[in-house]
Each structure stands twice: as C-alpha cells, then as structure tokens.
C-alpha cells in the first residue's frame, strides 16, 4: 500500500503485505465462501451423498453430517472460516441442519454477487437482506404448528426427519423411538416451560453388532469394570454410594520421616494403616451401601475388605460420570466419608457388569426417575459407530429443539417455498433497490427444494415448478417428495422439522452474508502465518490475488 505525497511514495504497509480492494475482495470472499457451500451441498437430504475426509496421518471420517465435513476440512481462507461458523452456530444452538444454514449462506451471497453487478451498493442489499429475514421469520412462526413433549408420534418423525440420508436410515425408526425416550426422560417442565439438557443423554460409543444394537439404558453405562474379581458382578435393588474421596491412607502434605526402630513398630504401623482402611470399609458398609462408584483411587486391601463385604465396586469415575450417576439415580456425591448417610445412597433396580466388544463395562439401569439416562450406540466398525453417533446427535437435537420451542415446521423444503412465495409478494410494498434484494433472498431460499430435488436425481426446474403452483394454491405444508419425484405433503409423509431449526438458519445465514458482503478491502500482514508461506500468504493462495 502506497500513499503519494508530493510526489514522494510513501510506504505504510510492510513489504510483503498483500491487499484486495473494492469488488476483487467483494469476489474473492463470495467465491471462497460459495465454494464451501458446494463442498457440503450434495450431502442436503434424504438422498444426499457422503463425505470421505483423510487427514495427514491417514485418519479418515466418513460422514454426511455438515459441520463435521467443514469442521474436519482444513480451511485457510477467511471468508470460508465464517461459513464454517455459521456451522457450528446452528450446531450448538439446535444440532441439525448444519448443512441447509451453511447452502443458504453460500446462496444469499450468490443472489447477492448478482445484484453488485448491476452496481448496487452492498449497504442497499444488506438492508434488503435484514427486512427480508426479519418477514422469513414471521412467516415461519405463521406456519408452524404447536407441539408438545407428549406428542410421541411428532416428535418420532422429526427423530426420523433428522436422520434421513444418514447411513443409520434403515435403522432410524427404532433409533428414533430411542432418542424420544431419551429426550422424554430427562425434559423437564417449570412453570409450563419445558427444557431439555442434551448433556443429560450421555452417548457411549461401542463398535461390533449393529446399529440396530443401540439400547437406550434408563440409568448410566461407565467404561470402569468392578475392581475385585471376588466382588459380585451384579447387584439387584443396587443402593448406590457416590464418593468423591479416596479409599487410601493419606500420604502428609509436608515432608515428614517416620522412624522405625523395631520389627514391632512396624509391625504396628501395619495394623494401624489397615486399621484405618477397614475403618473406611466400615463407614461405607455402615451407609447400608451395595455398590460404591469412586472417583479417586481405592487401595488393595479396602479393595479387599469391600470384597469381603459383597459390595460392588468402580473406581476412577470420571466427573461427568459422577454428575449424571448422580441425577439418575437421584444420589448424591459426598467428598467426606463421615458424612456419608443413608439419605446419600442413589438407587438402581440393576447394577451389572457386562462385556461389550470384547471391553467390561457397568450398567446401572432401572432407575426410578433418571434424570440421566445413556444411549449405548452400537454400529459394526469404528467408522460406523462415529456416524450412528452423529446421527442420533443430530436426532436429539432435533426433538428437543421442538421440545423447548414447542413448534414445528414441514421438512421437505416446504417452509422454504412457502417464505419464498410471501416474500416475493410483500417486496411489492418496497420502491427500488431494496426490492431488488428481497426478492434475491427469496430466490436464494429456493436452494434448499432445489438441492433436494438434485440430490435425488430430479429434475430441479420441474419441481420449483410443481412446488410454486402447489403453494399459490395454498398447500403451505407441500415439500420434495425425493422418494415419489413429486410434490407431496410434508406433514402428511411425517417429513417434520423444529421451528428452531429453520429460523436458526436463516437468522446464522443471512447474518454472516450480509457480514461478507460489508467486506471491500483485505489486508494480509506479511509475517510468515501459521503454517504459511514467506509474505504471509496461507497455503493455497498463491498466484491470482485470493488471500
């Protein structure tokens, strides 16, 4: 970057620096960012494709899910890095429909590189944007229908809905039933408002058998097996201890000798630290305690004397462990011996030991009224069982999404028709250019059916078609049917998504391109960047101006 004073160059940026004004870095973003969307654009639907993604070790992930595709790409350019988060926005936020937020995005900036080369200013198409998004989202609440946490057969379809084009599809109507329970087990309702903690349902990965192996445990499954071979390997009516505290002899905090003159000494010194131990045993036996879950360490010889007692035992829990054994067996963690009572103990009607792929692990089922429950995700290889596992993600997103907002949409492309339509009708009301940009959202809505309809093998143009006539004759709820290659009723073929699901979209989508779209001037410092090349460059961005 050069400044002209008087004639004398002036030079304010280092040498080295890279720079893209106006519409070249208008250009550059909207290409990087559209080809992030393209990358994960074929995966959209009950008929989109997989991904294989290798790293440099030779790792590889097969999966269809959207932001596990971008996050596992290595992507250096800047404007694709905020396509990648409007991915994990959607993810955090809802859990599915990480794919149709990132192509909506990518799209809005394709409608939109449109409208700036008809020389319209990026301030006139991002105002156009916002007023559109803020009508998209009056007309999805218009259209969206009530749902409650007793409606097992809505809630069924949306668990279905969300793992359609996974590799899970034969298997989701059973896999779906479990997430209903799942979610249904840990909602809770306070003053007629019901929220779900996706953290509730723990996932426990388990490859061999098959998908159709997955179980919904109503309690926790723990990688720990029981520590003593004399202990038994299952317990009924299981009155269960949670302790925070190691079953050891304290070592001193300072540095302290103890000196041992005689063989008696020792001797008694002996005694005393079993003395102690057994003292331990006898505090936890005295709780009237069957099983103990640990999560320090326990030594030998209390190990020993808990064995004696018939009480099962696992030790090193990890804490998260801790926290959902506690909600689920409705128990609670103590961190002082003394102090544990009775009214401590959680209850399970099961604890058991049992080997799964070859690997002990312990079930502690039937619980009363888990707050915490486990889905055991069985699938036959390793690759398998991390899809079913993002699958059944996405599925519980999905359900308590609907749970909380307690509203749902058709699927099938069918709330993007139906916005589509209204929005092109009330861009009427504005004058000039503005117009120009709702229209351009509306048009850029119709990617969803549209990519439907091409992953499946249709013919895009005739189904937009089909899909507009169907919706000016009010048929709001009317989709992509991918299986029939015509336009059916969402809801009536129990293609059912959450409300939340689509306003996150559009509100993460329209947001990060309105973003890139303020963008006309990228300035790359020339210090070497990670991993990048002399003059600052990342890899890849050589030649041709795209930094």
Same mark, same amino acid.
Request: aromatic share 0%; proline share 3%.
């Given at each position: 970057m050069v400044g002209n004073l008087g004639g004398q160059p002036i030079l304010i940026l280092p040498e080295g620096a890279m720079r893209t004004t106006g519409k070249d870095a208008q250009k550059n973003n909207?290409?990087?960012?559209?080809?992030?969307?393209?990358?994960?654009?074929?995966?959209?639907?009950?008929?989109?494709?997989?991904?294989?993604?290798?790293?440099? =070790?030779?790792?590889?992930?097969?999966?269809?899910?959207?932001?596990?595709?971008?996050?596992?790409?290595?992507?250096?350019?800047?404007?694709?890095?905020?396509?990648?988060?409007?991915?994990?926005?959607?993810?955090?936020?809802?859990?599915?429909?990480?794919?149709?937020?990132?192509? !909506?995005?990518?799209?809005?900036?394709?409608?939109?590189?449109? !409208?700036?080369?008809?020389?319209?200013?990026?301030?006139?198409?991002?105002?156009?944007?916002?007023?559109?998004?803020?009508?998209?989202?009056?007309?999805?609440?218009? =259209?969206?229908?009530?749902?409650?946490?007793?409606?097992?057969?809505? !809630?069924?379809? =949306?668990?279905?809905?969300?793992?359609?084009?996974?590799?899970?599809? *034969?298997?989701?109507?059973?896999?779906?039933?479990?997430?209903?329970?799942?979610?249904?087990?840990?909602?809770?309702?306070?003053?007629?408002?019901?929220?779900?903690?996706?953290?509730?349902?723990? *996932?426990?990965?388990?490859?061999?058998?098959?998908?159709?192996?997955?179980?919904?445990?109503?309690?926790?499954? =723990?990688?720990?097996?029981?520590?003593?071979?004399?202990?038994?390997?299952?317990?009924?009516?299981?009155?269960?201890?949670?302790?925070?505290?190691?079953?050891?002899?304290?070592?001193?905090?300072?540095?302290?000798?103890?000196?041992?003159?005689?063989p008696d000494q020792m001797q008694a010194f002996i005694e005393q630290e079993q003395k102690m131990l057994k003292d331990m045993v006898d505090k936890v036996v005295a709780s009237g305690a069957t099983v103990l879950i640990c999560q320090k360490g326990i030594d030998d010889i209390a190990q020993h004397y808990l064995a004696k007692k018939k009480i099962l035992v696992c030790r090193r829990a990890k804490k998260s462990d801790m926290e959902a054994l506690a909600k689920a067996t409705g128990g609670r963690i103590v961190s002082n011996l003394e102090d544990l009572s009775p009214e401590d103990l959680g209850y399970a009607k099961v604890v058991e030991e049992k080997k799964v792929a070859g690997e002990a692990m312990t079930f502690i089922r039937d619980c009363k009224d888990p707050k915490a429950v486990t889905l055991l995700v069985r699938g036959s290889t390793e690759h398998v069982v991390d899809e079913v596992n993002r699958s059944v993600e996405d599925a519980i997103g999905a359900v308590a999404s609907a749970v909380e907002v307690g509203k749902v949409v058709p699927g099938a492309g069918a709330p993007e028709a139906e916005v589509a339509k209204r929005l092109r009708k009330s861009a009427e009301q504005f004058s000039g250019r503005e117009q120009l940009a709702i229209k351009a959202f509306a048009d850029a809505l119709e990617i969803v059916p549209r990519s439907l309809a091409e992953n499946a093998g249709l013919d895009p143009i005739d189904i937009l078609v089909a899909l507009r006539a169907a919706h000016d004759q009010g048929k709001s709820s009317y989709g992509v049917g991918v299986f029939d290659g015509v336009v059916v009723d969402a809801f009536d073929n129990g293609v059912i998504e959450p409300l939340k699901v689509k306003t996150q979209a559009i509100k993460s989508a329209s947001e990060a391109a309105e973003m890139i779209l303020r963008i006309d001037d990228v300035i790359t410092a020339s210090k070497l960047g990670r991993g990048g090349m002399p003059g600052g460059m990342p890899p890849g961005m050589g030649e041709g101006g795209e930094e």
């Open positions: 909207i290409v990087a960012a559209r080809a992030v969307a393209d990358a994960v654009r074929s995966t959209l639907g009950p008929k989109g494709m997989d991904k294989m993604l290798v790293d440099s =070790i030779g790792d590889i992930v097969i999966t269809n899910d959207g932001v596990t595709i971008l996050e596992e790409m290595e992507i250096e350019h800047p404007a694709a890095k905020m396509m990648v988060e409007v991915a994990k926005t959607q993810n955090e936020e809802v859990g599915d429909g990480t794919t149709t937020s990132v192509i !909506l995005a990518g799209e809005l900036l394709k409608k939109a590189e449109e !409208l700036l080369e008809q020389e319209i200013h990026p301030t006139v198409i991002t105002k156009g944007f916002k007023i559109a998004k803020e009508e998209a989202l009056k007309v999805l609440e218009e =259209i969206a229908k009530p749902v409650s946490v007793n409606d097992t057969d809505v !809630l069924n379809k =949306i668990a279905v809905t969300a793992m359609s084009g996974k590799s899970v599809e *034969r298997a989701s109507p059973r896999l779906a039933q479990l997430v209903v329970d799942a979610v249904k087990a840990v909602a809770e309702t306070k003053d007629g408002k019901t929220t779900v903690d996706n953290d509730n349902i723990k *996932r426990e990965k388990k490859h061999g058998g098959s998908s159709e192996d997955t179980e919904l445990v109503r309690g926790i499954v =723990i990688d720990k097996e029981v520590v003593h071979p004399a202990m038994p390997k299952a317990v009924n009516d299981a009155k269960i201890a949670l302790l925070d505290v190691a079953l050891e002899v304290k070592e001193t905090e300072t540095d302290a000798e103890i000196r041992i003159t005689s």
